[in-house]
């Protein structure tokens, strides 16, 4: 294990030559970050490349011309700061990284409410710089230690590629005997959710735009899927499978694209959670729809260090086996890019520095 004494001065990073297609990340070098007292320096081994990324990179978030985006990190703990407790249980450490790191001390923290949190260093990629890098700052407040047989690639997508998806189950109250709905559910965060629902014993109805993502799919478990569907080709295959008047909770991880399909294929009483927003829009919401069958309509945000614990257990256990994900060394960031922009990559992309 390097100390901190053999940490590098510099390092290597992809930062934002502007905001645009992939073309704007490009390789830079930069000083490598000093951790404050209460922080873990962490040499990155894996950053999965989310979604929310290529927003970050099109303008559409908070992230400007020479930000380090990336948010899905593992990697091995090397410096420890002189505040940390129990210095000793974190050197040295694999561990996956929650995307945003809390204060652990304002209202929402001390309510265990740690995704509101705003008063900490903040979200990797827009308040701080994010795993497209070397090294990155952490916290044992957004830190949780992986087990040696699972790898630094998957260790990477277990907060934001699976832990979001467990988030937003729990949020709808998911349990046996549901139909559970998944929009985008060939990306990387629906792949995990697909197969998080059937491990809570719902029955699944994936959604995707892309034919070569059906035969995955199915073995994740989904009992059915379909390609691009309209509202009511959802509700019939919904009714075959048990949803006689529609699904009990959908997982909307598009946004825009499929929000219209999503709220249609609710039974009376229906749950749908709001999960990503690739394309983002004003969506059309039927408030008539809405109060005749009394749907619930719930935001739900990344994953907290509770969840992402909760992840490395049942990954631990095999209840959840991770889709293997497809790797680019970092300084391809732009081809990964690339890549899922074009709906080429089943799973999660992951640069390797």
Known sequence: MPSADTVPTTMRVVELAGTGGPDVLVPATRPVPHPAADQ???????????????????????????????????????????????????????????????????????????????????????????????????????????????????????????????????????????????????????VHAVALARHLGATVVALTGSPAKEEPLLRLGAAAVLIAPDAARVRRRVAELGGRRGADVVLELTGAPAFAVALRSLAPGGRLVLVGNTEPALLPLDPGLAIVKELCVYGSAHADRSDLGDVVDLVRSGAITPMAARTWPLHEAALAHDAVERRQVAGRAVLVP
């Open 40 to 190: 873990l320096l962490v040499r990155v081994r894996a950053c999965g490349v989310c979604g929310h990324d290529l927003l970050a990179r099109r303008g559409v978030l908070a992230a400007t011309a020479g930000s380090v985006i990336g948010h899905e990190i593992a990697g091995e703990v090397v410096a420890v700061g002189s505040g940390v407790r129990d210095p000793g249980a974190w050197s040295g450490r694999r561990v996956a990284l929650v995307q945003r790191i809390p204060c652990g001390a304002c209202p929402d923290c001390t309510a265990g409410s740690t995704t509101h949190c705003r008063l900490g260093p903040g979200f990797y990629g827009e308040d701080l710089p994010g795993g497209y890098a070397e090294y990155v700052v952490a916290s044992p407040l957004n830190a949780v230690p992986i087990p040696d047989d699972v790898d630094d690639a998957t260790g990477s997508i277990l907060s934001c590629g699976v832990g979001t998806g467990l988030r937003a189950l729990r949020r709808a109250g998911t349990g046996p005997g549901d139909v559970v709905v998944v929009t985008g559910a060939g990306g990387g965060l629906g």
